[in-house]
Nanobody, 115 residues
């Protein structure tokens, strides 16, 4: 079992920045990849960024150049640095972790970009 807890969401003005954190606990040594997804009201959940155990990263086209995913293996935490935020980035952001064929999810954190 893996538990994931997100934090760092909030209200920010367009052009601002936020850093989301996802703290993992439990059987974390078996986590191969972790990622961030988001879901806006009325829309499907979509990929934002992923990072593997060897720190290979992948980003959605919509966030490339603005968002950066990283991981701290000592703190068992994955981060999502979000810069140049836009109103269309408003969503609930979810962290996930892949262990074997099982995908674990956190509870989500709300990000609202508005003036």
């Amino acid at each position: 079992q893996v538990q994931l807890v997100e934090s760092g969401g909030g209200l920010v003005q367009p052009g601002g920045s936020l850093r989301l954190s996802c703290a993992a606990s439990g059987s974390i040594s078996n986590i191969y990849a972790m990622g961030w997804y988001r879901q806006a009201p009325g829309k499907q959940r979509e990929l934002v960024a992923t990072i593997t155990s060897d720190s290979s990263t992948n980003y959605a086209d919509s966030v490339k150049g603005r968002f950066t995913i990283s991981r701290d293996n000592v703190k068992n935490t994955v981060y999502l640095q979000m810069n140049s935020l836009k109103p269309k980035d408003t969503a609930v952001y979810y962290c996930n972790g892949l262990v074997g064929v099982t995908l674990y999810w956190g509870q989500g954190t709300q990000v609202t970009v508005s003036s």
